[in-house]
């Protein structure tokens, strides 16, 4: 898990309700997803990496129960909840919020774009077969990205489920930051496009497209930051992120301190998901 974090207070938050607008298919692997609602005059965008839980409802279910709180307890409530009605709870990142100007009313809308796995999981078939209307909730955790103060650049690392954190970054971070990202991702269709991430000296982004559907997320990312030289970077301490399959978030985690010294306090490692195991 990350080391420095922003999370957003439980006292400062609250269960947010809200319903399906519309979704796309923006790229081969890439559902997106947009929702709306009154509740969400409350969000309080973030940029970067922001995160949030989900819950969204089992197969079947027609309505959708939401924990009464979102303080500390929120989890425990949510267990409380009888399974038959428990909507399942995931997490997902905010890939755009917008106040007002919608593309489907006036605002707020919130997009979350998914890595389609297909039906493997519950989150993953419900982006694929959700229409308007449909029922979602959403507990805000804030960011896991905090660069260090004294980081001269700034390392970004995943696969597709950490795209949407990466661009988050990316858009966000000061334009004098430099930073060095490598992205897999399944397709070469699946690079967002130029007005999505901005280009400007200092953003060096890999895109890392798997060619081999049956390997491993993560596998060709590690490999490739395993070689690839940092040396035209500036000397000196670095901030690194890191997000995606538990393999990729250790595995660099590892290579970077045992083999690039870099101190463990200077690296957001987090695994999304895990590879065989569904989450919670
Ligand atoms: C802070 C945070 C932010 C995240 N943001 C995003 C985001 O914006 N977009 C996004 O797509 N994901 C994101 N994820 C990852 C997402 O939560 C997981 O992929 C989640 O497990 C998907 O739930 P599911 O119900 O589809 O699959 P699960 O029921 O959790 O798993 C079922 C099976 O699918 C496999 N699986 C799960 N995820 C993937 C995957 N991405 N690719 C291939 N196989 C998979 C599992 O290994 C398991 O075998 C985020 C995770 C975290 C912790």
Redesign the pocket.
């Known amino acids: 898990m990350a080391t420095r974090s922003k999370y957003v207070k439980p006292e400062q938050r609250a269960v947010i309700s809200a319903h399906v607008l519309g979704t796309k298919q923006i790229s081969p692997s890439f559902v997106r997803v947009t929702i709306g609602g009154d509740d969400l005059r409350g969000f309080v965008p973030m940029g970067f990496d922001q ?1 949030f839980r989900m819950f969204i409802p089992e197969a079947g279910q027609t309505s959708i129960r939401l924990p009464g709180s979102s303080g500390s307890l929120w989890f425990a409530q949510f267990k409380l909840i009888p399974k038959d009605v428990r909507p ?1 709870l ?4 905010v ?1 755009e919020f917008r106040a007002t100007g919608g593309v489907f009313a006036g605002g707020p809308e919130l997009d ?4 389609s ?1 297909g039906d ?6 419900w982006a694929n077969s959700c229409a308007p209307g449909d029922r979602i909730g959403l507990l805000d955790e804030g960011l ?1 990205y905090n660069p260090t103060p004294d980081a001269r650049w700034q390392l970004l690392v995943g696969d ?3 795209l ?2 990466i661009v988050g970054i990316l858009r966000s971070v000061d334009p004098g930051v430099r930073v060095r990202a490598y992205v897999e991702i399944p397709h070469a269709g699946d690079i967002p496009d130029k007005q999505d991430v901005p280009v400007r000296d200092g953003l060096d982004v890999h895109w890392l497209v798997r060619e081999d559907a049956s390997a491993r ?1 993560g596998e060709l990312a590690l490999a490739t930051l395993r070689s690839a030289h940092l040396s035209d970077l500036p000397e000196g301490p670095f901030y690194a992120f890191v ?1 995606g399959e538990s393999e990729l978030a250790t595995g660099v985690r590892r290579h970077l301190v045992n083999d690039r010294h870099v101190p463990k306090s200077d690296i957001a490692f ?1 695994g ?8 919670y």
């Open positions: 995160w399942v995931r997490n997902y990142t890939r979350i774009d998914f890595a796995h493997l999981g519950p989150a993953s078939a896991i597709e489920s950490a949407p954190a997320p997000a987090t999304y998901w895990r590879h065989g195991h569904a989450a």
